[in-house]
């Protein structure tokens, strides 16, 4: 069974820091780039970063510098590592698995059920 769970949000001040965590199953673990959405209320859902089987890593401008992604593939678990928390990275943040296609565009296929961020004093 196709499954992605997310876990590790919650409410912080701005300047603060969270780590997002994947659980993802080993059949799409293994076969798949790995990525991060988030989306904000009223705001289209935007990737904030992927990351390639090998390791190569992606990110949006917006988060460049603040955020790390990477994975564990001895326990098939991805990770977002926030820092330097703004209150315009509020929103919901979804695990996704994909894969790197033509043009180097990241296209996700599995989703997890999302988990809020809230940055807010």
């Known amino acids: 069974q196709v499954q992605l769970v997310e876990s590790g949000g919650g409410l912080v001040q701005p300047g603060g820091s969270l780590r997002l965590s994947c659980a993802a199953s080993?059949?799409?673990?293994?076969?798949?780039?790995m990525g991060w959405y988030r989306q904000a209320p009223g705001k289209q859902r935007e990737l904030v970063a992927r990351i390639t089987g090998p390791g190569t890593t992606n990110y949006a401008d917006s988060v460049k510098g603040r955020f790390t992604i990477s994975r564990d593939n001895a326990k098939n678990t991805l990770y977002l590592q926030m820092n330097t928390l703004k209150p315009e990275d509020t929103a919901v943040y979804f695990c996704?698995?994909?894969?790197?296609?033509?043009?180097?565009?990241?296209?996700?296929?599995?989703w997890g059920q999302g988990t809020q961020v809230t940055v807010s004093s």
């Open positions: 996704t698995g994909g894969r790197i296609g033509y043009g180097s565009i990241y296209y996700p296929e599995y």
């Open positions: 080993g059949s799409i673990f293994r076969a798949n780039a």
